[in-house]
């Protein structure tokens, strides 16, 4: 079931599943409109993904996805639209008024543990936010925008404080025709071998999917869930 509530200025998705009245796990999700019509289909595909877990999903949606979600301020890629640099703040929001909510509601006898997780541009968000604070005990960075605009420098300079993060992309992703988002492909490779190279992270993974950015992203999202869950 799910249950929708005004945090601050922004509007909030919630999913309690499974028969335990306490759970201790919540997995974190900034949306768009898009992801909100498959999110009830992705919460489906993490049970059916996972054993005997209970957990908490709360989905943020957000209005303005390319300023609220990116890290600092990029030229457009396509379109007209560029990016800003409102990362900081939807973390802030994140960490000071929903996680403090949450805990109010679900965590009255445990504290719940954390997982940030996001697709596309909010996938770049959950992985840079975990450099950020080592508040999430686990990031899902799924289909990410890896390509992002000085991104390897940014990965290179800062560590990752989260001790799980998961990796994917479409294997078509990468054949675009926009120069800049084609990066994604080594983009992301480069991000999987500095965790290897570093061990700044006590596991990773970088799993391909069949398709382009546009295909499956709540199985996707799923799959990225349910392996933080499962660790």
Same mark, same amino acid.
């Given at each position: 079931?799910?249950?929708?509530?005004?945090?601050?200025?922004?509007?909030?998705? #919630?999913?309690?599943?499974?028969?335990?009245?306490? &759970?201790?796990?919540?997995?974190?999700?900034?949306?768009?409109?898009?992801?909100?019509?498959?999110?009830?289909?992705?919460?489906?595909?993490?049970?059916?993904?996972?054993?005997? &877990?209970?957990?908490?999903?709360?989905?943020?949606?957000?209005?303005?996805?390319?300023?609220?979600?990116?890290?600092?301020?990029?030229?457009?890629?396509?379109?007209?639209?560029?990016?800003?640099?409102?990362?900081?703040?939807?973390?802030?929001?994140?960490?000071?008024?929903?996680?403090?909510?949450?805990?109010?509601?679900?965590?009255?006898?445990?504290?719940?543990?954390?997982?940030?997780?996001?697709?596309?541009?909010?996938?770049?968000?959950?992985?840079?936010?975990?450099?950020?604070?080592?508040?999430?005990?686990?990031?899902?960075?799924?289909?990410?925008?890896?390509?992002?605009?000085?991104?390897?420098?940014?990965?290179?300079?800062?560590?990752?404080?989260?001790?799980?993060?998961?990796?994917?992309?479409?294997?078509?992703?990468?054949?675009?025709?926009?120069?800049?988002?084609?990066?994604?492909?080594?983009?992301?490779?480069?991000?999987?071998?500095?965790?290897?190279?570093?061990?700044?992270?006590?596991?990773?993974?970088?799993?391909?999917?069949?398709?382009?950015?546009?295909?499956?992203?709540?199985?996707?999202?799923?799959?990225?869930?349910?392996?933080? #869950?499962?660790?």
């Amino acid at each position: 079931m799910r249950t929708e509530r005004m945090i601050g200025e922004k509007h909030c998705f #919630l999913y309690k599943i499974g028969n335990e009245q306490q &759970v201790t796990h919540c997995l974190m999700q900034a949306i768009d409109a898009h992801d909100l019509e498959v999110l009830d289909k992705e919460v489906e595909l993490i049970q059916e993904l996972t054993t005997n &877990v209970s957990f908490l999903l709360a989905a943020v949606l957000i209005k303005d996805w390319n300023r609220e979600l990116s890290p600092w301020q990029a030229p457009p890629v396509f379109g007209r639209e560029s990016f800003g640099a409102g990362a900081k703040e939807t973390l802030a929001f994140v960490i000071e008024a929903l996680i403090p909510e949450l805990n109010k509601w679900y965590g009255e006898k445990d504290p719940l543990k954390y997982y940030l997780g996001g697709y596309s541009l909010s996938g770049l968000f959950a992985l840079w936010s975990g450099y950020q604070t080592d508040v999430f005990a686990g990031i899902a960075g799924v289909s990410p925008s890896v390509w992002f605009p000085d991104w390897e420098d940014f990965i290179r300079s800062h560590t990752m404080q989260s001790p799980l993060v998961y990796l994917s992309l479409g294997d078509r992703e990468e054949r675009t025709r926009n120069q800049v988002m084609a990066r994604v492909g080594t983009a992301i490779r480069k991000q999987q071998e500095i965790f290897m190279e570093t061990n700044e992270v006590q596991e990773s993974i970088l799993e391909w999917n069949p398709g382009n950015h546009f295909v499956d992203s709540e199985l996707r999202m799923a799959k990225g869930f349910a392996w933080l #869950l499962n660790r």
